[in-house]
């Protein structure tokens, strides 16, 4: 048994924020903006990043495109020789545009850009345009500060000479632009004001000012593409992807000084920008939602905005979740399931994977219900959930009305049960595991998951502590249809939303492009998962007191870092659709093991089943089979098998229309099929969770690569070029170098060192090199305020080996970073700076030099990866050489803590300065703390006007009587006074239910039964079986001895003692502790 | 030529706004050049500041010697009840005037083939 500290997710709500508190609704502004200013700039190529010139173009609105009327170059403090380079281009090159009249090209200087282009484009409500906007704002400021919430920058855009100092200083004519980091696809952009006043007391800026400054808008072209299509772009890819024409592609990057070459190349970059932007708000305005164009953030966005079109409320504003079950449902959630089963062998498979898993659990477990319901109701289930998992097999769950009854969550004190598990397995970080459970604490686990445990473990049923399901009532009224990208109706009063999509969308691949993409990016990547699931965090000027929720407790939390959710977060439609897909998972699993044989990996919706053309047994450490010499092997189903015993029986679950949705629900994926279109025998190797790669054998015995796993490496800078248009043609998903570190990997895993050989490529010895970006105020800590370390600048950051460092050098304060440079030839002789001291080093096995961590070791270390989830075939931790199959090891939970929001930026960015080191500031994946006084449910705060005027055409005595809440405080609300929270959360429910024309009787009616209920999961009499009662001569022993003493040497509390000595159950381990020094005294 | 195309956005969107209406156009005599587009108090301004419509400079011009030839001048009135007199009867005049626009448009395009 392995004892770790477990981790589980938790709901919080925030002291601070009045209930009532309701974003003032802005007056959205039109879908489009008239005008915008489209941007690229060029720098110096130093660690500065220095503005060296600009290109722009200024565009209206006209006949359904952006029209440019005014292209033009800017710069700022250029030596004359440079100036006089972009001006003699300007003056050699026609704008090319004829109306209304600007033949040549413009030349401005920085100031005059600012003052006569930028800002008037934006005071007139049209937007800056660029693609990744921040770097080309973060440019042409030319002063920046720090915000306190720890993401955000503001960039100053004017200054003025003050002639009293003689110095310059930031003015306040015009507002700070706001940039908040939220990842590496998105940011928010907004104003900051100053209201500074002039000598005379009157404003600097008028309020009419202010509001037409207020207009100015944003977009990043690369987070538009990515909203529309849920992947990431930079300007080449993108123009690629939208099949642009050769004279829009992008120039070949011009280093060195400003030549007529750098001047075209950047010129043809803002070209490409407009093209593109063009391209994409058609796209855009195809979709019949109110969305403005700088608020598609992402896939998400565009869900939400559908769904309201649809009129359907957000849970948060529709439903009143008490927020124990929000606390339970997020106690339940775990991300999607990875692992690795076969370590290190290689396998013949099958590479199956689930149709549109998420839409598809959506659909088995009726989420529809639960999105248009009128209101939701909780129900006391233990004894039927426990009845439904005693009887339930396997086979049971083939059935499609089983899945809508595994709507519920049951808490238990887990015994050995297969359940998922948050801990930190490597030491380090919480990492998600299926394994045995032993946990003496009750803990909440969605239905799903508790069906899981039942099939994967020896048939034994998780014993519930209690249980409640979630029911939905009544339809909300006034929902209607709408118009997905303006062609495909859906209506949720008229069949369920995500059949109507994912059928559409096998009927349009191959016809419509787009839309059939939309389509994926709508089921997959919004409307089905994402948007209940979405927590942000948020940092404060200062600490607020949080209530934290878990599963059997709560508390308060004094804290900077907050969790902020959205309107559609809804945890218990969240975790219930997650662990429904890893109940799929350990379906498809259990029966690739009832067939004999075994899978590889599993990721997400995926998985690898062993199989071949022929059925066979392959030998590999820990198989459940024996070979005629008695080695351990793992069978291979034929291919036959597969489909017959694996994939076929999940066509009884089938959510689709199998006229339309030809696919099996459980597919063998498109990359089992050679170019013929005919099964090919695939391989898989892999490493651990997600670190893995699947490939063929050609007749002549070579390997080829046709998936691989970017996972763990997809940080590192690629150490060659690789132009997207050859990986569009050889149909690779990941840049080549990844494909060429998987080649060696296996052929040393494989073939052995000596003929690994033969696949170390030349870039192997070159130094590992991430490329960081200062998007935070948190990285420009991390870079000790350096000069050059400005926002959105971006560097090369070798990676050291920091054991092999010098004695004189401190480890710990050794971090290099050198100026941004994509040529890795260069890389070796360039100068780098350690952040800390700013001191200049060169990297390299010279003795004066640093030595680094070459791509050679990275793949060295990474192949040797051990995965720490699980045990070894023999039972023993896996280790860097451990092959076979792995076994699951049983997690002995020792405390529970609360976590926040876990994935932070860092594997998802892959460039954040934080990753190469922890970052103390950066609060994801840490654990509220406990502290405070303050208690959620009576913090006081008065009730909204409307609720006041409201309470006071009711008679106080029948509220007091049915709601239990004193007349004093009634009175109080009435007159506006503050009110606790618990009254306030009453009245309010009372109030939105009379809102809706529910009779007062009535209502109080359902919240007396409703609240029953609460009070009936809350006060469980049950005793949890880890209490017991000190037997008889243990009780004497106790009674014999010395409070004092007692309290003293076991560190219990007086109370508790004086519970045992009157024989009440107390905590096992609570008895152990005294036990244990009773023992003590007597030996 | 536009000198500054950025500030002739700006000068475009502030008309825009102050008309409110992103497609203006006079209903006198169909004119949308926005240059020539200005916001009209009906009744007078100080009769009714919230009452607008759009009117083109000519029209305006025209509209306001119409009222002059109809004796409703744009003075403060002295009481209540004169105030909705002269509101009414500068509505009035408004609307025979559109009226004749209206019938004169229609005459036009009886002719159309």
Same mark, same amino acid.
């Given at each position: ?51 060296? /010139? ?35 281009? %300007? ?32 005071? %007139? ?15 042409? &400021?030319?002063? +920046? ?39 590496? !696809? !998105? ?19 008028? !309020? ?33 992807? #939208? ?84 606390? &339970?449902?997020?106690?339940?959630? +775990? ?37 248009? &319901? ?58 998600? =595991? ?9 803990? /909440? +686990? &969605? ?67 787009? #839309? ?70 350990? *379906? ?6 009832? %067939? ?56 009884? #679950? ?95 895993? $494989? ?58 050098? =401190? ?47 990275? $793949? ?84 909204? %006007? ?40 009453? #009245?309010?429910? $009372? ?13 109080? !009616?359902? *919240?007396?039964?409703?609240? =029953? ?71 | ?113």
């Amino acid at each position: 048994m392995t004892k770790l500290d477990i981790y589980t997710r938790v709901h919080t709500v925030n002291l601070s924020d009045s209930d009532q508190e309701e974003d003032v609704a802005e007056n959205d502004p039109p879908r489009l903006p008239p005008s915008v200013v489209v941007l690229d700039t060029e720098t110096t190529e130093d660690l500065g990043l220095d503005l060296e /010139f600009g290109c722009y173009a200024v565009c209206d609105w006209l006949d359904g495109i952006y029209v440019p009327r005014e292209y033009g170059i800017l710069f700022d403090k250029l030596k004359s020789e440079f100036e006089q380079v972009i001006r003699e281009y %300007a003056d050699c090159h026609p704008s090319g545009i004829v109306e209304p009249g600007q033949p040549k090209l413009r030349v401005r200087t920085h100031t005059d850009f600012i003052k006569n282009v930028f800002w008037p484009v934006l005071r %007139a409500g049209g937007a800056a345009v660029g693609l990744n906007l921040g770097f080309d704002l973060s440019r042409i &400021a030319i002063g +920046y500060s720090e915000k306190q919430d720890g993401r955000s920058f503001d960039f100053f855009t004017r200054d003025y000479l003050d002639k009293k100092t003689g110095k310059r200083k930031l003015s306040s004519v015009v507002p700070a632009i706001t940039r908040t980091s939220i990842d590496s !696809k !998105k940011s928010f952009y907004g104003l900051h004001f100053s209201f500074a006043h002039k000598a005379d007391g009157s404003p600097v800026l008028s !309020k009419e000012e202010v509001a037409e400054f207020r207009k100015s808008r944003f977009v990043d072209v690369r987070t538009l593409a990515f909203s529309l299509t849920n992947q990431s772009y930079s300007l080449e890819t993108l123009l690629i992807a #939208l099949d642009a024409p050769a004279d829009v592609m992008k120039l070949k990057y011009v280093p060195g000084p400003i030549t007529e070459e750098k001047i075209e190349y950047c010129f043809h970059d803002v070209k490409g920008t407009l093209w593109a932007l063009n391209k994409l708000v058609a796209e855009f305005l195809r979709h019949p939602i109110k969305l403005p164009i700088d608020r598609a953030y992402s896939p998400v966005s565009l869900a939400k905005s559908y769904l309201k079109k649809m009129n359907i409320i957000p849970p948060q504003e529709k439903f009143d979740i008490p927020p124990e079950f929000q606390a &339970a449902a997020m106690e339940a959630f +775990y991300a999607g399931r990875a692992e690795t089963k076969i370590r290190k062998i290689e396998m013949p498979v099958v590479y199956l994977d689930f149709t549109s898993q998420y839409p598809s659990v959506f659909q088995l477990l009726r989420g529809q219900e639960i999105v248009i &319901a009128e209101s939701l109701a909780f129900e006391e289930c233990t004894a039927e959930a426990q009845a439904l998992l005693d009887g339930l097999k396997r086979e049971d769950l083939f059935e499609r009305d089983v899945w809508p009854q595994l709507r519920f969550f049951g808490q238990l004190t887990p015994d050995g049960d297969i359940l998922p598990v948050r801990a930190a397995y490597n030491g380090k970080t919480p990492n998600i =595991a299926f394994n045995h459970f032993v946990y003496d604490q009750p803990i /909440f +686990y &969605a239905g799903p998951e508790l069906a899981d445990a039942k099939i994967s473990g020896n048939g034994k049923s998780p014993k519930l502590l209690k249980a409640f399901r979630v029911v939905p009532q009544g339809i909300q009224p006034g929902l209607g249809p709408v118009m997905l990208r303006g062609e495909v109706p859906i209506d949720p009063l008229e069949g369920d939303l995500a059949p109507k999509i994912v059928e559409s969308r096998a009927r349009v691949k191959k016809s419509n492009r787009w #839309l059939a993409n939309f389509l994926k990016v709508m089921a997959n990547g919004g409307m089905f998962y994402g948007l209940f699931a979405q927590v942000s965090p948020e940092r404060k000027d200062q600490e607020v007191a949080v209530q934290v929720f878990t599963g059997n407790q709560t508390f308060v939390s004094l804290t900077r870092d907050i969790e902020k959710t959205g309107d559609w977060y809804c945890p218990l439609l969240a975790s219930l659709i997650v662990s429904a897909g890893h109940l799929l998972l350990a *379906m498809a699993e259990r029966s690739v093991r009832d %067939a004999g044989s075994c899978h590889v990996l599993m990721d997400t919706d995926s998985l690898a089943a062993v199989s071949s053309e022929h059925s066979r047994f392959i030998p590999c450490p820990g198989g459940p089979h024996r070979l005629p010499d008695g080695r351990e092997a793992v069978k291979a189903l034929s291919w036959e098998e597969t489909l017959e015993t694996v994939v076929e029986p999940f066509d009884r #679950l089938h959510p689709y229309d199998r006229n339309r949705v030809e696919d099996h629900f459980l597919k063998v994926d498109d990359i089992n099929l050679g170019p013929d279109g005919r099964q090919r025998q695939l391989y898989a190797f892999s490493i651990s969770s997600k670190r893995y790669c699947l490939y063929t054998y050609s007749g002549d015995g070579k390997r080829k690569i046709v998936k691989v796993s970017a996972h763990g490496l997809g940080y590192l800078m690629p150490p060659f070029d690789d132009p997207p248009e050859a990986r569009k043609t050889e149909g690779r998903e990941e840049h080549k170098w990844i494909y060429e570190a998987w080649e060696w990997i296996l052929a040393r895993e $494989l073939d052995g060192e000596e003929a690994a050989r033969s696949y170390r490529m030349p870039w192997f010895a070159y130094p590992a090199m991430m490329q960081l970006t200062v998007t935070t105020p948190h990285a420009i800590k991390r870079l000790k305020h350096m000069p050059w370390a400005r926002p959105m600048n971006f560097m090369n950051a070798p990676l050291i080996a920091h054991a092999l460092l010098p004695p004189e050098v =401190a480890a710990d304060h050794f971090s290099l970073v050198g100026p941004y440079n994509p040529n890795s030839a260069m890389w070796s002789d360039a100068t780098y700076f350690n952040r800390y001291d700013g001191k200049p080093y060169r990297i390299g096995v010279e003795p004066d030099a640093i030595p680094y961590l070459s791509y050679g070791s990275i $793949l060295q270390s990474y192949r040797l990866h051990p995965e720490s989830k699980f045990l070894g075939p023999d039972g023993a931790t896996c280790n860097s050489d451990t092959r076979g199959v792995l076994q699951r090891m049983t997690v002995d939970g020792i405390t529970k803590y609360p976590l926040r929001k876990e994935s932070n930026r860092r594997w998802a960015e892959g460039n954040d300065l934080s990753l190469i080191e922890d970052d103390e500031d950066d609060p994801t994946g840490g654990i509220f703390k406990r502290d405070g006084k303050q208690s959620y449910h009576h913090v006081k705060q008065p009730l909204p %006007a409307e609720v006041q005027e409201w309470l006071n055409t009711l008679s106080l005595k029948l509220i007091e009587r049915e709601l239990r809440i004193d007349r004093n405080s009634l009175r109080n609300g009435r007159n506006g006074k503050p009110v606790a929270r618990i009254a306030q959360k009453k #009245l309010l429910v $009372l109030f939105r239910m009379a809102k809706r024309g529910i009779g007062v009787t009535e209502a109080l !009616k359902a *919240m007396r039964s409703a609240s =029953a209920m609460l009070g009936k999961l809350q006060n469980s009499k049950l005793r949890p079986r880890n209490k017991v009662v000190a037997d008889p001569t243990l009780k004497n022993k106790i009674a014999n001895c010395g409070l004092r003493e007692l309290m003293r040497e076991t560190g219990l509390s007086q109370h508790t003692i004086e519970a045992i000595r009157a024989g009440k159950a107390i905590r096992r381990k609570t008895l152990q502790r005294v036990v244990q020094f009773l023992d003590g005294r007597r030996g | 030529m536009i000198a500054e195309p950025a500030k002739a956005i700006l000068r475009r969107e502030r008309r825009l706004a102050r008309l409110g209406n992103r497609t203006p156009c006079c209903p006198r005599c169909g004119e949308t050049a926005l240059v020539c587009l200005r916001l009209d108090h009906v009744t007078g301004h100080k009769r009714d500041p919230n009452f607008t419509e759009i009117l083109c400079l000519n029209c305006h011009a025209k509209k306001h010697d119409q009222f002059q030839d109809a004796d409703i001048l744009m003075m403060r009135e002295g009481s209540a009840k004169s105030l909705m007199i002269m509101r009414l009867r500068a509505a009035a005049e408004t609307q025979r005037k559109q009226a004749e626009a209206f019938d004169h448009w229609a005459d036009e395009m009886e002719k159309w083939s």
